[in-house]
């Protein structure tokens, strides 16, 4: 027995449908700008989903990488009494 037809049995009433599945790839695309942005009436597949899902949060992490490195240049670079360094401590509260 294949170790996913033994999860399945063991978690009983975890078990989530086909429908429920093609519901969850289909809000996720279009949570997607990559894929919601496109003009065509093809339906994409959930792999292509999920493949572009993972592509679409390795960006968002580099671009909080960048700006997490921007804000630590701007504060290193600013006098911490200023009213730029306020402002920054307060949109940081």
Known sequence: MSSRRSRSRQ???????????ADLVSKLQQLIPEIRNRRSDKQVSASKVLQETC????????????????LSELL??????????AIIRSLLM
């Not at 949060?57 to 490195?69: K, T, Y």
């Open 76 to 85: 290193a670079s600013s006098d911490t009494d200023s009213d730029q360094a």
């Open 55 to 70: 592509n679409y949060i390795r960006s968002l992490h580099r671009e909080v990488d960048d700006l997490s490195q921007r």
């Open 11 to 21: 978690s009983g009433s975890s078990r989530i449908t086909e429908d429920q599945i």
